[in-house]
């Protein structure tokens, strides 16, 4: 995970203009074509930067359930003195919840946390995949209330979500966000992939407000800058 805050300017001015398709929080979502391509830097980093601005703590929502990769990116930041995950608080919002566990399971505890960064006015989700039994795996459903419920209680919503090929996550939830940020590397994704993302993520009902690029010119001075 990069700092690219003096990168994502552009990003906060848009999220911060967006007209909410609900009421309260604005939500974007932040998924690239392939994996590897930077979509937790640029989700991170819009999110700790309208953290400066909001009054109210807003959410990196984490849909990778199974890896959990920006919280397991802040705690390597942490060993590194950087900044890591701080106390934790249930997530479930007492709404349905955005996953389903196969097989199903009596377990009613708190699966799904909400932890604070330290030193910063930000909470990324976490899925706890250690209470998870032996064959047990969750999955990614739509959950309308809980989202909702969520933009009650913050001023941005910000979702990380696994790329397009490895994951259906960013079509799970396209229609609850009101806007999606592509990312691309420019060395590596081609024109009509990111064309093809596109449709697809408007065809689950999800609006596309522009392509994020990774990768070009003077981004390679900052690529081993880690958050501190």
Not at 121 to 130: A, D, Q, S
Request: hydrophobic share 40%.
């Amino acid at each position: 995970m990069r700092d690219l805050r003096e990168f994502t300017g552009h990003l906060e001015r848009v999220t911060s203009r967006l007209e909410p398709i609900e009421p309260g929080a604005r939500a974007v979502m932040f998924v690239s074509v392939h994996e590897g391509e930077g979509t937790t830097s640029f989700a991170t980093s819009t999110a700790l930067s309208l953290a400066d601005k909001a009054q109210k703590a807003p959410w990196l929502v984490d849909l990778d359930l199974e890896g959990n990769s920006v919280i397991a990116a802040f705690e390597k930041s942490l060993e590194r003195g950087g900044r890591g995950p701080g106390r934790a608080f249930d997530a479930s919002l007492r709404q349905p919840p955005i996953y389903t566990l196969t097989p199903k399971s009596d377990d009613r505890g708190k699966l799904f946390t909400a932890h604070e960064i330290e030193g910063t006015n930000m909470l990324v989700t976490r899925f706890r995949t250690e209470r998870l039994a032996a064959g047990q795996r969750v999955s990614l459903v739509s959950e309308p209330n809980w989202w909702q419920t969520l933009r009650g209680i913050t001023d941005y919503v910000i979702v990380d979500a696994p790329a397009l090929d490895v994951s259906d996550a960013a079509h799970t939830v396209a229609d609850q966000v009101d806007g999606i940020f592509l990312v691309v590397r420019a060395d590596h994704t081609a024109q009509d992939e990111i064309m093809d993302a596109c449709e697809s993520l408007e065809a689950s009902g999800g609006l596309v407000l522009g392509v994020a690029m990774n990768h070009v010119g003077s981004d390679a001075q900052i690529a081993n800058r880690l958050f501190s």
